[in-house]
């Protein structure tokens, strides 16, 4: 069975951290490019991050210096490390595989005091 799965959201404060995981099965997880997408409420879907099966990477300017993206092909997981968190980071946060375009549920962040 095909699966995307999220975990690590939660609440937290601005300057905090917090580390996303996405675990996949049935698929060669180490062929396909990962990404990490965000939507925010009454706005589109977004790219935040994304990692090659060899490990390039690209990030939106908006967490650049901030978050950084990376995978574990032995353990078919993908990471996002957010840190310095702001409130304009509050969001569901989806997993994605490519080029099949596979999606996780989403795991919501909120950055609030």
């Known amino acids: 069975q095909v699966q995307l799965v999220e975990s690590g959201g939660g609440l937290v404060q601005p300057g905090g951290s917090l580390r996303l995981s996405c675990a996949a099965s049935?698929?060669?997880?180490?062929?396909?490019?990962m990404g990490w997408y965000r939507q925010a409420p009454g706005k589109q879907r977004e790219l935040v991050a994304r990692i090659t099966g060899g490990g390039t990477t690209n990030y939106a300017d908006s967490v650049k210096g901030r978050f950084t993206i990376s995978r574990d092909n032995a353990k078919n997981t993908m990471y996002l490390q957010m840190n310095n968190l702001k409130p304009e980071d509050t969001a569901v946060y989806y997993c994605?595989?490519?080029?099949?375009?596979?999606w996780g549920q989403g795991t919501q962040v909120t950055v609030s005091s």
């Open positions: 994605n595989a490519a080029p099949r375009d596979l």
């Open positions: 049935g698929i060669i997880f180490r062929i396909y490019v």
